[in-house]
C-alpha cells in the first residue's frame, strides 16, 4: 500500500520560507515521477513542481519558477519542496503526488495535505 505523508507547513510571513517534506513508502519509487500540487480555498488543484525519482528532470509553472525548489533522497525516500520568498497568494494546502513516469503524466497517489498560510 503506498503512502505519502506531507510535514513542514505552517504560518509564515511574506518573503518568508518554508520545507515541505514528503515520506514516501510502500513500494520502490525508482520508475515514478514525484510532484507537488497546492489548492486554496474556492480554487482549483494547481501544479507546483515535479521530479522524476531516478533524477534530473524537474519542472516547475511560471508561478513559483525562482523560489520554489523540489528535491528527493532516495535513500531515505524523501521528497522535499523547498519554498523561498513565501507570498500571500502561495496560501494553500500542499498536497504531494506520485504515479508512474509514463506520457502522459498521471499521478496515482496522494498525501492528505498540509496547511501552508502566508501573511501579509
Known amino acids: 500500500q503506498v503512502q505519502l505523508v506531507e510535514s513542514g507547513g505552517g504560518l509564515v510571513q511574506a518573503g518568508g520560507s518554508l520545507r515541505l517534506s514528503c515520506a514516501a513508502s510502500?513500494?520502490?519509487?525508482?520508475?515514478?515521477?514525484l510532484g507537488w500540487f497546492r489548492q486554496a480555498p474556492g480554487k482549483e488543484r494547481e501544479f507546483v513542481a515535479r521530479?522524476?525519482?531516478?533524477?534530473?528532470?524537474?519542472y516547475y509553472p511560471d508561478s513559483v519558477k525562482g523560489r520554489f525548489t523540489i528535491s528527493r533522497d532516495n535513500a531515505k525516500n524523501l521528497v522535499y519542496l523547498q519554498m523561498n520568498n513565501l507570498k500571500p497568494e502561495d496560501t494553500a494546502v500542499y498536497y504531494c503526488?506520485?504515479?508512474?513516469?509514463?506520457?502522459?503524466?498521471?499521478?496515482?497517489?496522494w498525501g492528505q495535505g498540509t496547511q501552508v498560510t502566508v501573511s501579509s
Open positions: 521530479i522524476l525519482w531516478s533524477g534530473g528532470s524537474k
Open positions: 503526488a506520485a504515479g508512474v513516469a509514463t506520457v502522459p503524466i498521471r499521478w496515482d497517489y
Open positions: 510502500g513500494r520502490t519509487f525508482s520508475s515514478y515521477r
